[in-house]
C-alpha cells in the first residue's frame, strides 16, 4: 500500500513524561507519522536524530518533554523537542564554535549532538523567556532535513 503525502504541510504533536519509555514512544510515533505519509525514505535519519534529542531531555531535565514533527513543503522535515531546562547546547545555541567534538573512543555517550550536527540539514535551539513566577520556560531544540534524509553507514 502507497500513501500519498499531501501538498500542504502536515504536524503530529506528542506530549512525553520524563519516563526512560518516552524515547522509544517518540522513536514509534515518528516512524508511524512518516510511514503513513510515504515519506519511508527519511524514516532511519528522522528516528534516530528524533531519538538523540529526546534522550537529552530525558537525561538533562527533571521534568516532561514535547515532541513535534511537521512536514513541510519541497520534502522537508521538521523536528523539535522542548524540555524544562534553558542550557542550550552547541551547535543548537549558535555560540563560538558551533561544531560538537568528537566523544572519546572509550565513552558510553556523547555522540547524539554530533549526530544530529552530521546528518540534519540544518538545526537550532532557543531558550524559551522567562515563565510564570519568574522560571525559565526551557528550551526548544530543532533539526531539519530536506528530501534525501538517508544514513549512508546504516544502509546496507
Request: net charge positive; no cysteine; hydrophobic share 40%.
Amino acid at each position: 500500500m502507497v500513501t500519498v503525502a499531501p501538498p500542504h504541510p502536515w504536524a503530529y504533536a506528542l506530549r512525553l513524561p520524563r519516563d526512560p519509555r518516552a524515547v522509544r514512544v517518540a522513536r514509534m510515533t515518528v516512524r508511524a507519522a512518516l510511514d503513513g505519509h510515504g515519506r519511508q525514505d527519511a524514516v532511519d535519519v528522522v528516528e534516530l536524530l528524533t531519538s538523540e534529542l529526546v534522550t537529552n531531555a530525558y537525561l538533562h531535565t527533571k521534568g516532561p518533554a514535547s515532541l513535534r514533527l511537521t512536514g513541510l513543503s519541497g520534502g522537508r522535515l521538521r523536528v523539535g523537542v522542548w524540555d524544562s531546562d534553558p542550557y542550550v547546547p552547541a551547535p543548537f545555541s549558535g555560540a563560538g564554535d558551533a561544531s560538537v567534538p568528537l566523544a572519546p573512543l572509550d565513552s558510553g555517550s556523547g555522540r547524539g549532538l554530533r549526530l544530529v550536527q552530521e546528518y540534519a540539514d540544518s538545526w537550532g535551539g532557543w531558550a524559551l523567556g522567562d515563565g510564570a513566577l519568574g522560571r525559565g520556560a526551557g528550551k526548544l531544540l530543532w533539526f531539519e532535513v530536506g528530501g534525501r534524509a538517508t544514513l549512508p553507514l546504516l544502509l546496507k
